[in-house]
């Protein structure tokens, strides 16, 4: 079974201050990914990785940095988090062009 | 336009119903998952199609990648069906996510 495992499940971060998100896949996945959800919407790609060390922007990447040290790890970092990145994100791994398997969320809260 | 349209925004069936959900798309996808989301947040893949039909218990789903749309139907609606369901097809790039769908079943 796909296991894609992210940390922390919740966080409560201030304005301005930096925020990391880490994701943890034991797929063998090359591929890696991190949505945003906003209350009542579907999910929207931030960025994507397809290679350890190297990162992609997705749709809306203005505002977040991703970090992809090894195959397993990719973190999503806020280096200043606003009050409009109060959401939930989600990691996902696949192979290329292949179904994705998702982690459990993360749930950000910033004030 | 949106480039995954899901439709209908929400859907009410009582226990023992049938109904469908559909998502129509702007352009050509090369494949489309759907999930169902349910109160906890947690995404759970129902289908990942890159064409044609596939079935897993209740739940059926169609793909027709020439037409630019997939149907989710649930037969024999139970409780535990509810949540809010979304359709995402595959771009060159990651996935596109429809608005979804709330549906609610009344016993």
């Known amino acids: 079974e796909a296991a894609v495992t992210q940390s922390p499940r919740s966080k409560v971060a201030v304005t301005g201050g930096k925020v990391t998100l880490s994701c943890h896949q034991t797929?063998?996945?090359?591929?890696m990914y991190w949505y945003r959800q906003d209350t009542g919407h579907g999910l929207r790609l931030i960025h994507y990785?397809?290679?350890?060390?190297?990162?992609e922007k997705g749709d809306i990447p203005d505002g977040y940095k991703a970090s992809r040290p090894s195959q397993e790890n990719f973190s999503l970092i806020l280096e200043l988090a606003s009050l409009s990145q109060t959401a939930v994100y989600f990691c996902?791994?696949?192979?290329?062009?292949?179904?994705?398997?998702f982690g459990p969320g993360t749930r950000l809260t910033v004030l | 336009g949106m480039p995954v349209e899901q439709n209908p925004p929400a859907l009410s069936l009582y226990e023992g119903a049938d109904s469908g959900l559909r998502c129509n798309f702007s352009?050509?996808?090369?494949?489309v998952q759907w999930f169902q989301q349910n109160h906890r947040g947690r995404l759970i893949t129902l289908f990942y199609?890159?064409?044609g039909t596939k079935e897993n218990g209740r739940l059926k789903s169609t793909f027709n990648s020439k037409e630019r749309y997939s149907t989710l139907h649930i037969k024999d609606a139970q409780l535990e069906d509810s949540g809010t369901y979304f359709c995402?097809?595959?771009?060159?790039?990651?996935?596109?996510f429809g608005l979804g769908t709330r549906v609610s079943v009344f016993p």
């Open positions: 996902a791994s696949s192979e290329h062009q292949y179904e994705q398997y």
């Open positions: 797929n063998n996945h090359d591929y």
């Open positions: 990785s397809y290679v350890a060390d190297s990162t």
């Open positions: 352009t050509t996808m090369k494949s």
């Open positions: 199609l890159a064409q």
């Open positions: 995402a097809a595959e771009y060159a790039q990651g996935l596109t």
